[in-house]
């Protein structure tokens, strides 16, 4: 059951797969919320932009790999020419490049395939809301792979960045540190606040002045830097 008002007009999805069972069978899901319309499907990235360009929705599902423009592009050309329309990247996890260049296109939240529905379902009502969503297991990917790039950065420069990083986190209180550390295992708004007993507007309020502590721009951006401080 959704957990959203109804007083809400339905999000509206556009679906880029390949696969034809795969697009056909989220879109059947999909459909069934009372909460959703999918309103789109497109076989390849370029469909996807045009898509895009022409239904405005609110949510598009982006497969990573697709013939003729690959999700990636498409990411970021549709996140350009419409920054209200949310991108939810599906990937795998031996897909670490591609996650990493994802995230520098402007993807708003990241679900392995696997994932299971409520987990999907709960990701696109969390995009609504205007939450970025990177799971655990994909912020762990997405972090080494800042390692390693940065393993190529003179020394200076890394030990520079790692300590405005470490500098920037110590200014967190010590609520702020737990909802910045939930935000890094891929939680919600809501299920933080369920988690440590508080309002939802609490915990936006929070969120926002953890980004402005830490100088992020998005969820995403947030549990990236958790997951190099601890790792400093």
């Known amino acids: 059951m959704p957990d959203e008002p109804h007083d809400h007009p339905p999000i509206r999805i556009v679906i880029a797969e390949d696969q034809a069972l795969v697009r056909r069978g989220a879109a059947l899901l999909l459909s069934m919320e009372p909460d959703m319309e999918v309103v789109g499907q497109a076989r390849n990235g370029i469909e996807a932009v045009q898509l895009a360009q022409a239904l405005r929705p609110d949510v598009i599902l982006m497969d990573l790999h697709m013939p003729l423009k690959g ?7 549709i996140t350009r020419a419409l920054p209200t329309c949310q991108v939810l990247v599906l990937t795998t996890l031996d897909d670490d490049e591609t996650v990493f260049e994802a995230l520098r296109a402007g993807a708003h939240a990241y679900l392995l395939k696997d994932a299971d529905e409520n987990e999907l379902l709960e990701t696109i009502r ?3 809301r205007g939450e970025s969503m990177l799971t655990a297991q994909i912020a762990r990917k997405v972090v080494d792979q800042f390692r390693r790039l940065s393993a190529g950065a003179p ?5 520079a960045t790692m300590t405005k990083a470490r ?3 110590d200014s967190l209180s010590d609520r702020e540190e737990k909802v910045l550390q939930l935000i890094s295992e ?3 708004n809501r299920q933080i606040a369920g988690a440590m ?4 507007g609490t915990v936006k309020n929070y969120v926002s002045r953890i980004m402005e502590k830490l100088h992020a721009n998005t969820r995403t951006e947030l549990a990236v830097l958790s997951n190099r401080g601890s790792r400093a």
């Open 197 to 200: 007993s508080l309002a939802e």
């Open 155 to 159: 020394a200076a420069r890394q030990e």
């Open 186 to 188: 891929g939680m919600t």
């Open 126 to 128: 969390a995009l609504r």
């Open 71 to 77: 999700g990636v592009s498409a990411t970021r050309e």
């Open 167 to 169: 500098g920037d986190t």
